[in-house]
């Protein structure tokens, strides 16, 4: 009894760094102490559950453990250590998919010791399809952040095949619990089943959708997780899934909206197709683009009195984000207001502008979200978007045949000068044209980012 007591007061302190790691979470100023936090009630909850256990344990279970920990923790240890910041959306789409392809292992390991249990089984092949579909959804997202399948692959009705399977997944699930059959092979057909729906489902998603992609999927590995709690009685357990559950489906209602995108239409319909035919402005945008060059930009940065800095992938790509922090430290020493846009899916994950920037230990405080940022622009000077594309694209205001009509964007088109530093005019992920391009106000900068931004900050420098 006093194991028992033990190992459940663990299990509650635990509970409760998940609650403030995850409150501490969101806000960038104390996302880093709440990681920590959390991250040690999971170490704790570990340690609880392998040294209080009560049953009869050989000792080569404890030993193979210790290993698997050991190699788990090194791995770990190391590819974090060592990823670039362009690579943390595919770092957490894999980390993901390990969390779901372990909910699912579970459910394979422990369907035969609940036969004759109808709810224990449904908890199981719940957790089998989820965490299944979890983890091959989250391997096709980290081949498609990569660039390894760099385009979307659709079969010919896609969205009506992808939704007859997901209904044969459940048919075939129900039909195991209403046979109370203990067959091994009906369990692996589900769980490969499973696994090929996950492909299915992620492989038609374009490279724009990925933010949603990624919220989605983790909500999916919560809930697998919290399956298992449930199948074990782990209140731990059952507390982390739904935890996490709970937050990546809030994060992918955010998501959706940001995205002009309604979760209906994520699970069961046109997702990453909205079917535009091409027909409207997007695809033939009339006027001329105006080109200028580091000299220019830095005599207008220099004489104007608030500066707005819009990033976008493309700074990830060419790791400015130090350059870009310099060149707003550079702007304040001459007394010029300095803020970042940061709009909701600017990246390639939810925050991705924000965990990049926090690299540079950028002033918490001057990253302005969509929404309080946006009746600002009209009193900026100058904008200055770096590597974003779609998410300041004026056709989501004015072209109703575009596939971004509707999405929220940063109204950078109101403010009274604005600069746009990419590589080329190649579209983003939308593959639309960009009316802001075009418009009387904007001049393009061409040119690798960091390079480009290390050009003015010398310009800069080198005035009186």
């Given at each position: 009894?006093?194991?028992?007591?033990?190992?459940?007061?663990?299990?509650?302190?635990?509970?409760?760094?998940?609650?403030?790691?995850?409150?501490?979470?969101?806000?960038?100023?104390?996302?880093?102490?709440?990681?920590?936090i959390a991250a040690a009630g999971m170490t704790i909850?570990?340690?609880?559950?392998?040294?209080?256990?009560?049953?009869?344990?050989?000792?080569?279970?404890?030993?193979?453990?210790?290993?698997a920990i050991l190699i788990g923790t090194i791995i770990g240890w190391m590819v974090a250590k060592k990823v670039a910041m362009t690579k943390m959306p595919e770092l957490v789409s894999m980390f993901n998919g390990m969390g779901g392809a372990s909910a699912a292992l579970i459910g394979l390991i422990e369907f035969g010791h609940y036969t004759g249990n109808s709810l224990s089984i449904m908890t199981i092949l719940g957790g089998v399809i989820i965490g299944s579909v979890s983890f091959s959804g989250s391997m096709i997202a980290w081949?498609?952040?990569?660039?390894?399948?760099?385009?979307?692959?659709?079969?010919?009705k896609y969205n009506l095949l992808n939704n007859l399977f997901l209904?044969?997944?459940?048919?075939?699930?129900?039909?195991?619990?209403?046979?109370?059959?203990?067959?091994?092979?009906?369990?692996?057909?589900?769980?490969?089943?499973?696994?090929?729906?996950?492909i299915l489902f992620v492989l038609p998603i374009g490279g724009a959708d990925m933010p949603v992609v990624i919220s989605l999927l983790n909500s999916f590995?919560?809930?697998?997780?919290?399956?298992?709690?449930?199948?074990?009685?782990?209140?731990?357990?059952?507390?982390?899934?739904?935890?996490?559950?709970s937050a990546g489906t809030i994060l992918t209602f955010a998501m959706c909206h940001a995205m002009n995108r309604p979760l209906s239409n994520v699970i069961f319909g046109g997702f990453g197709d909205k079917g535009y035919d091409g027909s409207g402005s997007s695809?033939?945008?009339?006027?001329?683009?105006?080109?200028?060059?580091?000299?220019?930009?830095?005599?207008?940065?220099?004489?104007?009195?608030?500066?707005?800095?819009?990033?976008?992938?493309g700074l990830a790509v060419?790791?400015?984000q130090h350059a870009i922090h310099e060149l707003e430290?550079?702007?304040?020493?001459?007394?010029?207001?300095?803020?970042?846009?940061?709009?909701?899916?600017?990246?390639?994950?939810?925050?991705?502008?924000n965990v990049l920037l926090a690299e540079t230990n950028v002033e918490y405080d001057k990253l302005a979200e969509m929404e309080d940022v946006n009746p600002e622009f009209q009193n900026t000077d100058v904008v200055f978007v770096v590597g974003a594309n779609d998410v300041v694209n004026p056709a989501a205001h004015n072209d109703p045949k575009s596939p971004i009509y509707g999405m929220p964007i940063l109204d950078v088109e109101n403010a009274k000068q604005i600069i746009v530093n990419k590589r080329s005019m190649k579209p983003g992920y939308a593959g639309i044209e960009n009316e802001l391009f075009f418009n009387q106000k904007t001049s393009m900068l061409f040119g690798d980012a960091k390079g480009v931004i290390q050009s003015l900050i010398t310009e800069l420098k080198g005035m009186s």
């Open positions: 009894m006093e194991y028992i007591f033990s190992l459940e007061f663990i299990y509650l302190i635990a509970s409760i760094t998940y609650i403030i790691g995850l409150k501490k979470l969101g806000h960038p100023e104390t996302a880093r102490s709440g990681n920590l909850a570990i340690l609880g559950t392998i040294f209080l256990y009560q049953g009869e344990v050989p000792t080569f279970i404890y030993t193979l453990i210790g290993v081949a498609k952040l990569n660039g390894t399948l760099s385009k979307p692959l659709r079969l010919p209904l044969a997944l459940f048919a075939f699930s129900a039909y195991i619990v209403w046979s109370g059959s203990s067959s091994q092979l009906l369990l692996y057909v589900l769980f490969f089943g499973a696994l090929t729906y996950g590995t919560g809930l697998a997780a919290a399956l298992g709690g449930f199948l074990y009685g782990n209140m731990v357990m059952l507390t982390g899934g739904i935890l996490v559950g695809s033939g945008i009339q006027g001329d683009i105006k080109k200028t060059t580091v000299s220019d930009v830095a005599i207008l940065m220099n004489y104007s009195q608030k500066v707005i800095i819009v990033p976008g992938y060419a790791q400015a430290q550079l702007l304040e020493k001459r007394g010029i207001d300095v803020k970042y846009a940061i709009h909701p899916v600017a990246g390639r994950m939810p925050g991705h502008m």
